[in-house]
């Protein structure tokens, strides 16, 4: 995690012009560190994401065991499996859409699951939680419950991916903000 704070905090420092953050699932996280004490940084925007307090980290947010759709490897990383993808995050996208997705999945190291966030943007910058009401992946009533820690919370009717199934609900959210 330290690595994806990092570069996300070093492109927003590299131009200080007002920025609005949109972060999405695990970005949540990053964003949440990244985004502490940049003044040009607005606005955070965190759709179906976590909103950590300093020293919680994205294990704290489930009940210890990994959620069916991941898989965690001997190699130290964790994936989606791709069988689960579709029906966990992309129900609501046209075929095009999903097919993409699938190209892209990815496994990262699993240590960003148990690293405690060292800082928490969302407690000093005006930020809005965007919930996914049709969400099979993060649940919605997680979402409200991290939703409360924005200073703004929007209910949309759409899975995890609202930015490929609604794109314009969600450019028009963005552009409100502006």
Known sequence: MEDDVAAVREWLAADEQPTIVVSHSYGGVVASAAATELPQVRHLVYIASFLPEVGESLASFGD?????????????????????????????????????????????????????????????????????????????????????RATRVVEVAAGHHPFLAQPNVVAELVLDLA
Do not use: M
């Open 64 to 148: 210890g065991t990994p959620a069916p759709y991941l898989d965690f490897g001997p190699d130290g990383t964790f994936g989606v499996r791709a069988e689960f993808a579709t029906r966990t995050f992309l129900q609501d996208c046209d075929q095009e859409a999903v097919e993409q997705a699938h190209a892209r999945l990815v496994r990262q190291s699993a240590a960003v699951t148990t690293a405690p966030v060292q800082a928490a943007a969302w407690k000093q910058i005006p930020s809005t939680y965007v919930v996914c009401a049709q969400d099979n992946g993060t649940p919605p009533a997680l979402q409200r419950a991290q939703g409360e």
